[in-house]
């Protein structure tokens, strides 16, 4: 039977908290690059009534994305993508960041874009990072916006004497995401689709745990004790939002980017997480 497909990719705890709220009678295919993890929450969903097949992919490599989105295919048409597959400034090297957060993603919305269905509705998790860097030239986020797909790692921002550490990596890969987005709507609004992204602050969840238990772990305790909402958020507040965003109610919105980060970055310019406070 054809159904209406969700392609989800990163088997973590934000794409599961999105794909409950929005991919109910869906087919849902779900590519994680670590297999156990798509196993894992896809018995958790499938137990709970919805209908996702896991599938190994990886996000850094075109060919892995245009399998998954074959595979989608085999369905039905492609009415809706989570993109939620990232690797965190503790858990990677600067260039696996690159290729991952930000090559990946992009690769993933252009052939994404290319095929979504009519009313078709995405959404890609950026992060609160990159709204913490400094402002770039406009010439710099035309770049990250528009630059074609397989040349985007060799602009010169992105070269690595030009990058500091995994945190800086991580927080361009953020910038170029909703860069890349607001590029992307054009494209996706003529096949009469929207795409959008949310940057999240601290979200409880694995990848979170392991910057909680990395070198910047006191520096992000740090920031939820001092965001005006004084915690971190969980997986379903992030469902909220991508509930607004991939729904009738959010029609007019696309090409935007979320922040949903209790405060954190308010306060990093203009309360107790001041740099320099
Ligand atoms: N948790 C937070 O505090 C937070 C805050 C801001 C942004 N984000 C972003 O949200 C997204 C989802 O993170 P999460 O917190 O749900 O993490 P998570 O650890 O629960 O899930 C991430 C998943 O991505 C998968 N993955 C990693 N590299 C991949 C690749 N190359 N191809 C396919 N899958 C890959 C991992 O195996 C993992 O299952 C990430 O892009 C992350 O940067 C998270």
């Known amino acids: 039977m ?3 497909v969700m392609i989800v990719t990163g088997a973590g705890q934000i794409s599961m908290a999105i794909a409950r709220r929005m991919g109910y009678g869906k087919k849902i295919v779900m590519g994680d690059k670590n297999m ?21 992919m990886d996000l850094s490599s075109r060919e892995s ?8 295919q085999e369905y039905g048409e492609i009415k809706m993508l989570v993109n939620g597959a990232g690797v965190s400034p503790s858990q990677a090297p600067a260039s696996a960041i690159l290729k991952v957060d930000l090559y990946g993603t ?27 860097m400094k402002q770039l030239t406009p010439e710099e986020d035309e770049q990250l916006a528009t ?8 602009i010169e921002l992105l070269q690595p004497e030009k990058i500091k550490d995994t945190l800086h990596a991580y927080q361009l890969a953020k910038r170029c995401n909703e860069k890349r987005v607001m ?17 999240p602050g601290i979200i409880v969840t694995p990848l979170a745990i392991d910057e909680f ?26 469902a909220n939002v991508a509930e607004l965003l991939m729904s009738d109610k959010g029609a007019f919105i696309t090409g935007s980017t979320f922040l949903m ?14 740099p320099d406070a």
């Open 213 to 238: 238990n990395g070198p910047r772990g006191n520096f992000y305790k740090n920031m939820f004790a001092k965001c005006p909402e004084g915690r971190p958020a969980t997986a379903d507040e992030v």
């Open 65 to 72: 994305i245009l399998g998954l989105i074959s595979k989608a």
């Open 2 to 4: 054809n159904k209406d």
């Open 183 to 199: 590029a992307e709507c054009v494209k996706w609004g003529k096949r009469g689709a929207r795409i959008n992204a949310i940057a």
């Open 36 to 56: 156990e993890h798509a196993k894992a929450i896809a018995k958790v969903m499938n137990e709970a009534g919805y209908d996702v097949e896991p599938i190994e």
């Open 261 to 274: 980060d209790g405060g954190a970055t308010a306060s990093y310019y203009y309360g107790p997480l001041k």
């Open 147 to 154: 630059t074609p797909t397989e040349e985007l790692l060799d």
């Open 106 to 132: 992009a690769v993933l919305l252009e052939e994404v874009g290319k095929v979504i269905a009519k009313g078709g509705v995405g959404v890609t998790i950026s992060s609160q990072s990159g709204w913490r």
